[in-house]
């Protein structure tokens, strides 16, 4: 193609679990603890020169009404073992991980990226989470519960101490005796004093190969847009449609150069799912069938449940909503907190949604729980994904396939090329680390350093 160069596209896998996308009755849906499964998925994506392999993490089953909820029956192993493992049979594809900083220490967060930075050859990426669920702390040591704006200040603190010891490194001084055959290096001591964190150490790693690690994060509050605009490389966000995903990126990207950073510095990656057909039509079908497998009777009865915080076992998930008003119990299903602190209010808009459209309760959740979604012909579903990204709605998108491992095989098939033919995405990857693929620059004192210990 001639003409202007288009804007780039982004694009990550997000590894199908334990969420309201994934399809687990399907027959071609297989488990998400054996590590073919991960494998597939990584080089499918990697087949496909995706940015990143995209990985999330739970802290604690959900319970509803007292029950494991239905979608959490299945577990997942380790997030750093299983990325690590990864590291060993891909390439070039980046490798992130959802870690938690509410529950965990900078210099533990440091050391394990800092690990896996090193061993897949620079393609480490840390998606910072935080948790004020007291419920899911009762896993932990130190439990307890965090209002929401002290999340987030432990949340940059965290990360604060952990690019200091990942940065301890940059003026070190190689000490060389030769008559003793002695080579070491004399490593800054790392000291940190702060609301959450007194430390005074020496870090244990050299700098990675991309000096550090990618950093995502994921929240659409004021605090999480404020802390992504000075901290992240990538935010995770959610958005349903092209002016809602402009009115975000011109908000975030607004907010940078307070901290002194370009928008080139910052990458907003919505979470996508999307339904392929050989016609318009077809596509619609399908969307439509796997919507329903997504959102089954007893899921839509629970999804209520959430809102109302009552026991609704009672009603018909295809006939109309309750006429019984919400309770306060909003923590009927503890381990995530899904919706708005006022359940009248939410119950209120949802009831003059079914009535303007004559939902049933199960047609009702469909709709309101559905993801981003890219639905039509290759051609068409590249075609949208373009024009997100070249208006200026996103930087590119994290996909969620409904099918664990198989779900992105038909889109890197189809896609990918109608994506290449259109001058949109990479036809091979020209970098190493995964801030070579997101346009990221290496943090110079890193570079430097990483160079010199090579070397050395």
């Known amino acids: 193609m001639t003409g202007t160069p288009r804007k780039q596209i982004h694009l990550a896998a997000h590894f199908p679990g334990v969420n309201n996308t994934t399809v687990w009755a399907d027959p071609a849906s297989k488990s998400q603890v054996d590590f073919e499964s991960f494998v597939h998925l990584a080089k499918t994506a990697e087949r496909g020169l995706f940015d990143f392999f995209f990985l999330a993490e739970g802290l604690r089953l959900r319970e509803h009404l007292g029950r494991i909820h239905d979608l959490d029956v299945v577990g997942r192993p380790d997030t750093f073992t299983v990325l690590n493992a990864l590291a060993g049979v891909t390439d070039k594809l980046g490798l992130a991980g959802t870690i938690n900083s509410t529950y965990n220490e900078p210099f533990e967060l440091a050391k394990q990226f800092a690990s896996l930075d090193h061993l897949s050859g620079g393609r480490a990426a840390w998606n910072v989470v935080t948790s004020s669920d007291a419920f899911t702390g009762e896993n932990f040591r130190r439990g307890g519960y965090l209002e ?4 987030y200040q432990r949340a ?6 952990t690019r200091k010891l990942w940065d301890s490194w940059a003026a ?3 000490v060389v005796d030769r008559a003793a055959g002695v080579f070491a290096r004399e490593i800054p001591e790392t000291r940190h004093r702060g609301g959450q964190f007194d430390i005074a150490g020496r ?9 550090h690690p990618v950093l995502l994060q994921a929240g659409d509050s004021d605090d999480g847009r404020e802390f992504g605009a000075a901290a992240a490389d990538a935010i995770f966000t ?17 907010r940078l150069a307070k901290y002194g950073r370009t928008p080139e510095e910052l990458k907003i990656l ?10 318009a039509q077809d596509a619609e079908d399908r969307a439509r069938h796997i919507r329903r497998q997504q959102v089954g009777p007893q899921t839509a009865i629970a999804f209520l449940e959430q809102v109302w915080g009552r026991d609704l076992s009672g009603y018909d998930p295809d006939g ?11 923590a009927i ?9 006022d359940p009248r209010a939410v119950a209120e808009a949802w009831r003059a949604k079914a009535e303007a459209e004559k939902l049933s309760i199960r047609e009702l959740i469909i709709e309101v729980t559905a993801r981003q979604q890219f639905v039509g012909t290759p051609a068409a579903v590249a075609e949208q994904i373009d024009t997100y990204v070249q208006a200026d709605a996103s930087d590119g998108f994290i996909l969620v396939p409904h099918l664990t491992p198989g779900g992105l095989d038909e889109f890197v098939d189809r896609v990918v090329p109608e994506l290449q033919e259109r001058g949109s995405f990479r036809t091979e990857y020209t970098g190493t680390t995964l801030r070579d693929h997101l346009g990221l620059r290496h943090p110079h004192q890193h570079t430097t350093a990483h160079e010199g210990a090579r070397a050395s």
Do not use: I, M
Not at 320 to 330: A, S
């Open 148 to 151: 929401h704006a002290q999340r």
């Open 156 to 161: 940059a603190e965290v990360v604060e101490v």
């Open 172 to 174: 070190d001084t190689l």
């Open 203 to 211: 870090f244990v790693l050299p700098p990675s190969p991309q000096g």
């Open 238 to 254: 959610v958005h349903g449609t092209l002016e809602a995903g402009q009115r975000f990126y011109a908000d975030v990207k607004g």
């Open 270 to 279: 919505p979470a996508a799912t999307f339904v392929l057909g050989d016609t």
């Open 320 to 330: 109309p909503l309750p006429d019984v008003e919400p309770t306060d119990n909003v």
């Open 333 to 341: 299903t503890r381990g995530r907190v899904r919706h708005a602190k």
